[in-house]
Structures are given as structure tokens and as C-alpha cells.
């Protein structure tokens, strides 16, 4: 497993659904990423440096605590989702 810090469950889950050829680009982006050389030789291959950070960055949303203050949380949109089905006479 290639992600760390709490966030690490759900990013390793993302790139598990990816076709498994997909899934290999990934991780070997992300560990290219996360060092400094790497990181250099991903920014002169742009736009493709922005994939890593974007994968990161999709994974902190799963925290609560990041996505709130972002204007994202997960439990409203769920009750404002019911109430509009509910409201429509959906099930």
C-alpha cells in the first residue's frame, strides 16, 4: 500500500476500482510523488504533475474534518437528498 495517514483506506480503495493497468500508473504516480526528485521530473510533464496531488487531495475529502470547512459535508447532502425524494414521493 502506497498511501499514508488517514486517508490512506479510501485513495487505496479508489485505485483498487481502476483496470489494473490504470491502478500500476497510479501508484507508481504517487510514489514518484512523494519524493522530491520525483516530484521535479513530474513538474516538467505537465499537466500530468497535477494527477498525484488531485488523487491526494480527493482522498482528504473522505475526513470530515478536512471537507467541512471546504464547503463538503457528506451527511447533508445525504438528508438533503432523502428530503427531496421524500418531498417528490420517491422511495
Not at 10 to 19: D, G, K, N, Q, V
Not at 35 to 43: D, E, H, K, T
Not at 61 to 81: E, H, Q, T
Request: a positive charge; proline letters at 9%.
Amino acid at each position: 500500500m502506497l498511501a499514508k495517514g488517514p486517508d490512506a483506506a479510501s485513495l487505496e480503495r479508489f485505485i483498487a476500482a481502476a483496470p489494473l493497468g490504470q491502478q500500476a500508473a497510479m501508484r507508481a504516480l504517487l510514489a514518484l510523488a512523494r519524493r522530491p526528485r520525483g516530484a521535479a521530473l513530474l513538474s516538467l510533464l505537465s499537466p500530468l504533475d497535477q494527477l498525484p496531488s488531485g488523487l491526494l487531495a480527493m482522498a482528504r475529502y473522505d475526513d470530515p474534518d478536512i471537507s467541512r470547512p471546504l464547503g463538503w459535508d457528506a451527511a447533508a447532502v445525504i438528508a438533503r437528498g432523502r428530503r427531496l425524494r421524500r418531498a417528490e414521493g420517491r422511495p
